[in-house]
């Protein structure tokens, strides 16, 4: 549980980080996006390591980790894009996350 927790606040900042300057930012100088980006990344993996390196360590493949936090990044950037930048999500959204969660269902089958 402590992965999924850190994997989901790791997406959230990750998620930040790349789209905050979408809505109402565009004005700023690329140079500072990029700044203020890599800190909030930074941020982003203060979360991620431990969380791949707890999961890890619990048992969880690689690819299991990664498959993990493409399904929260999609599940996060959902509501971030409805939330942050107005978009409205559509049958796309549900499709691609049916998809990802078809992955994840792949890579933690037969898992013991």
Known sequence: MPTLALLVVSNVFMTTAWYWHL???MAKPL???ILIS???AFVE???AVPANRIGFAH???GGQLKITQEVITLLVFGVFSVAVLGEQ???????AF???VGAAAFMFAGRN
């Open 38 to 40: 890599w800190g909030i």
């Open 23 to 25: 809505k109402g930012g």
């Open 31 to 33: 140079p500072i996006v």
């Open 98 to 100: 049916a998809c990802l």
């Open 59 to 61: 048992g969880w493949t």
């Open 89 to 95: 999500l559509s049958w796309r959204h549900a499709g």
């Open 45 to 47: 993996y203060c979360f």
